[in-house]
């Protein structure tokens, strides 16, 4: 059983208003779950003492949504909360993620899906950040910003183009022609390169490499923050990186520093490696770890750096899923 929740606002206590509220939250709820008829087994509506010409029960059996038990209660009063609000709790049997609806004056209820919600994630090689990150977008039906999926999109345009991605001059003379967006379709990112879906060009061996040398160039990386920022700036992302909340969105309300000690980093890429038949020495592998630290820490261009304030997050002892209830926690008591 799915709790699927929703709220919304009249501004006048009248059966006209009260009627219109709840058909127009019980329509944006269905249509943002795909719900069916048979997949709901009730609804549950509060409403705050201050609604009194008319029953939100009523109201919704009324539109059309006759076909499950209706339940209304009217909620204590609380002292500075919300004045004239309907919720609801719709249970149904669905599998899928759901979409809760906050309407009107409701949204201020939750900020979290209500308002552009952006989460920066850096931290060093192996600290999990990008899986954390992955999990974070998942739970919160948000974008995982892959960023290498856009300098992949820089480096297929540079192969159309006959480009030679090595040529720092050429490539800035093509980026005024570079046109990629990117769109969050059933819960994936989908990258569009000149109104084309490239998603899985873009995997293909030669842009791999294309990418890998196009992303060499300052004048590449600074196109790319400036399109990573725009996007943010329009839908709810998590990014994860080096300099993601100082460099690329200093602006983002949930900033992060995940990191680890280094031995705990070098054992988890050895771990990874080994699962994979490959031979490897773990000694080599933690010196290749704090060298890479030192690399990303003093590269002049995009050093890994923690925001002043970004919450510093040690998963050294820790669950992925002590980290991401962790993060979770944070970002709740800032909502």
Same mark, same amino acid.
């Given at each position: 059983?799915?709790?699927?929740?929703?709220?919304?606002?009249?501004?006048?206590?009248?059966?006209?208003?009260?009627?219109?509220?709840?058909?127009? *939250?019980? %329509?944006?709820?269905?249509?943002?779950?795909?719900? &069916?008829?048979?997949?709901?087994?009730?609804?549950?509506?509060?409403?705050?003492? %201050?609604?009194?010409?008319?029953?939100?029960?009523?109201?919704?059996?009324?539109?059309?949504?006759?076909?499950?038990?209706?339940?209304?209660?009217?909620?204590?009063?609380?002292?500075?909360?919300?004045?004239?609000?309907?919720?609801?709790?719709?249970?149904?049997?669905? !599998?899928?993620?759901?979409?809760?609806?906050?309407?009107?004056?409701?949204?201020? *209820?939750?900020?979290?899906?209500?308002?552009?919600?952006?989460?920066? #994630?850096?931290?060093?090689?192996?600290? !999990? &950040?990008?899986?954390?990150? =992955?999990? #974070?977008?998942?739970?919160?039906?948000?974008?995982?910003?892959?960023?290498?999926?856009?300098?992949?999109?820089?480096? #297929?345009?540079?192969?159309? #183009?006959?480009?030679?991605?090595?040529?720092?001059?050429?490539?800035? =003379?093509?980026?005024?022609?570079?046109?990629?967006?990117?769109?969050?379709?059933?819960?994936?990112?989908?990258?569009?390169?000149?109104?084309?879906?490239?998603?899985?060009?873009?995997?293909?061996?030669?842009?791999?490499?294309?990418?890998?040398?196009?992303?060499?160039?300052?004048?590449?990386?600074? =196109?790319?923050?400036?399109?990573?920022?725009?996007?943010?700036?329009?839908?709810?992302?998590?990014?994860?990186?080096?300099?993601?909340?100082?460099?690329?969105?200093?602006?983002? &309300?949930?900033?992060?520093?995940?990191?680890?000690?280094?031995?705990?980093?070098?054992?988890?890429?050895?771990?990874?490696?080994?699962?994979? !038949?490959?031979?490897?020495?773990?000694?080599?592998?933690?010196?290749?770890?704090?060298?890479?630290?030192?690399?990303?820490?003093?590269?002049?261009?995009?050093?890994?750096?923690?925001?002043? %304030?970004?919450?510093?997050?040690?998963?050294?002892?820790?669950?992925?899923?002590?980290?991401?209830?962790?993060?979770?926690?944070?970002?709740?008591? =800032?909502?």
């Amino acid at each position: 059983m799915t709790i699927i929740r929703g709220a919304t606002t009249i501004e006048m206590d009248c059966k006209e208003e009260i009627s219109s509220a709840v058909k127009e *939250l019980l %329509d944006e709820v269905f249509e943002a779950n795909s719900l &069916k008829k048979e997949e709901v087994r009730g609804f549950v509506f509060s409403l705050t003492s %201050d609604i009194h010409s008319y029953h939100p029960a009523k109201a919704a059996r009324e539109s059309g949504y006759d076909f499950a038990p209706l339940f209304a209660a009217v909620e204590p009063d609380i002292e500075g909360g919300l004045r004239k609000c309907i919720r609801l709790m719709l249970f149904a049997e669905v !599998g899928n993620p759901v979409n809760h609806i906050y309407q009107r004056g409701a949204k201020i *209820l939750r900020k979290d899906i209500s308002e552009i919600m952006n989460i920066a #994630l850096d931290g060093p090689a192996g600290s !999990g &950040k990008s899986t954390i990150a =992955k999990i #974070l977008a998942k739970d919160y039906n948000i974008l995982y910003l892959d960023t290498g999926a856009m300098y992949r999109a820089c480096g #297929l345009k540079a192969l159309r #183009l006959g480009v030679d991605y090595k040529n720092g001059e050429a490539i800035a =003379k093509m980026l005024p022609l570079l046109d990629v967006k990117v769109e969050y379709k059933g819960g994936k990112q989908h990258t569009i390169l000149d109104g084309e879906d490239v998603s899985s060009a873009i995997r293909e061996n030669a842009v791999s490499m294309a990418a890998s040398g196009i992303s060499a160039h300052a004048c590449v990386r600074e =196109k790319m923050v400036e399109m990573q920022r725009e996007i943010a700036k329009g839908m709810s992302c998590v990014l994860d990186g080096r300099d993601i909340g100082s460099v690329v969105l200093p602006q983002a &309300k949930y900033k992060f520093f995940v990191t680890a000690d280094s031995k705990v980093r070098a054992k988890r890429r050895f771990d990874e490696l080994s699962s994979r !038949g490959e031979m490897v020495d773990f000694e080599q592998l933690h010196e290749e770890i704090i060298m890479r630290d030192k690399q990303d820490s003093e590269r002049a261009s995009s050093p890994l750096i923690c925001a002043e %304030d970004a919450v510093v997050i040690d998963t050294s002892n820790k669950t992925i899923e002590e980290v991401v209830a962790e993060i979770k926690s944070c970002i709740q008591s =800032k909502i």
